[in-house]
């Protein structure tokens, strides 16, 4: 099976449903195999997306004019054009919360953790670095997954929505929180979707989880999670430290940034170079890969998941496509890119070249080159490397260069910022 290349559909930017075919498709044209989209739900009073109030209801941002409020048959018809395309489908699954407006918070009082006054809890999550900060999200009520005394009757609603999901037309699910739900929750619901469908991938966020909590996963059975690579500076060893440790879990999955982030475009005041870095890193560090709408053009105005509107699209600062449809090719045709692997600095981090060694199985190593200052031309000999003469240099950054690859030079002089691969012929 092909590593996951997957593309955001940020919903609340695009509008209703029958605009989402058109950036699909582009999706699809760049070397994507997957699309996510984030919840479609009607959401509760604060509007948030990951604040569901009805679990089986479109939100009405995403009703085509005249449709009935009612009726999932818009969404039904975008899952089946993604079918026919080939493209399929993760969607958002939170378990771990509801809306505190949502009127299972009446149906069934005993699915909720509750205070000592009876009252429903907000979901909150501690900053690892710094547990004097904590954030609380108010305008959720968590999930009693672990200890609800109507356990048996809460399990058997999520296997509902992951059954009626996967009907309506989902492949997979990016599982939200997923540090904060029981692994044999997630169990039961994998074996469950995989008994409809054994394709169906289930893909762990675990965004702010400590170490132990994502090593815990393992007893879940995820089929990938989403790493923390965006936030390497390329010099500290937590990132390879962390690469190693959870490749026991699973296969993990990369990205440039997110609709959790700051867009990097804008972070960086629009740098092109620094675009490409990141993006061509993040495919070669883990088995998977994902980028949000708007990254090929440069987006800087980060989305929000309340506020962000169609009218918010913006101009494009350049078009990446040509290079991410280059960096995506190369990463499904070669065997080193495509698994999780194992990584090594064999010249050390403290370098103005980053020499990433990355191996898979008993294959000969491939190579990743990365340029660590953001503006100066640095050079790299690349004399000692194991076996220069069965590599080739893929120099994906560089528009002037092809993405077949050409013979391994003695030294070589990397632009600022940019990333090179050195991979098997």
């Avoid at 699809?28 to 990951?50: A, C, R, T």
């Avoid at 962000?308 to 990463?331: A, C, Q």
């Avoid at 898979?360 to 000692?384: C, F, H, K, M």
Wanted: with cysteine; glycine share 6%; proline share 8%.
């Amino acid at each position: 099976m092909n590593p996951p290349l997957i593309y955001n559909l940020f919903q609340r930017l695009v509008g209703p449903t029958t605009k989402w075919g058109e950036h699909a498709r582009r999706a699809k044209e760049m070397g994507f195999n997957w699309l996510y989209i984030n919840p479609w739900h009607y959401p509760g009073f604060s509007g948030s997306l990951y604040a569901p109030k009805e679990l089986r209801r479109l939100n009405p941002l995403y009703l085509p004019a005249g449709a009935d409020p009612e009726s999932l048959e818009p969404l039904k018809a975008f899952l089946w054009e993604m079918k026919e395309l080939g493209m399929p489908v993760l969607m958002d699954l939170v378990i771990n919360h509801t809306s505190k407006d949502s009127p299972l918070t009446r149906e069934h009082p005993d699915w909720y953790v509750r205070d000592s006054n009876g009252q429903v809890v907000s979901p909150s999550v501690t900053d690892p670095d710094d547990p004097t900060k904590v954030t609380v999200w108010g305008d959720l009520a968590e999930i009693d997954n672990a200890h609800s005394p109507d356990r048996q009757k809460l399990w058997g609603f999520w296997v509902s929505l992951v059954r009626d999901s996967m009907e309506l037309g989902f492949d997979g699910f990016r599982c939200d929180a997923a540090y904060m739900v029981p692994a044999e929750l997630w169990r039961l619901l994998i074996e469950e979707a995989r008994a409809l469908n054994p394709r169906a991938l289930f893909m762990a966020e675990t965004l702010g989880a400590r170490v132990e909590a994502v090593l815990a996963l393992k007893e879940a059975g995820f089929h990938y999670f989403f790493n923390s690579s965006k936030w390497w500076d390329f010099r500290e060893p937590w990132a390879l430290e962390q690469h190693e440790k959870f490749g026991a879990v699973a296969p993990s999955i990369s990205f440039p940034e997110t609709h959790d982030t700051p867009r990097l475009a804008g972070e960086t005041n629009g740098d092109e170079a620094i675009q490409k870095q990141r993006y061509a890193f993040a495919a070669a560090f883990s088995a998977g890969l994902m980028m949000p709408l708007g990254y090929e053009f440069g987006f800087r105005r980060q989305v929000n998941v309340v506020e962000t509107m169609p009218s918010h699209w913006e101009r494009k600062s350049f078009d990446l496509r040509p290079f991410i449809t280059r960096v995506n090719r190369l990463k499904l045709e070669s065997r080193a890119l495509q698994t999780e692997g194992h990584l090594a600095t064999p010249r050390g981090l403290v370098t103005d070249v980053l020499v990433l060694e990355r191996r898979v199985d008993d294959s000969p190593p491939a190579y990743i080159l990365v340029n660590t200052d953001p503006n100066l031309p640095r050079g790299v000999d690349l004399n000692d490397l194991e076996d220069p003469g069965g590599l080739r240099l893929h120099r994906v950054c560089r528009e002037d260069r092809a993405a077949e690859g050409e013979p391994v030079p003695p030294k070589l002089a990397l632009d600022g910022a940019e990333v090179a691969y050195l991979l098997p012929s």
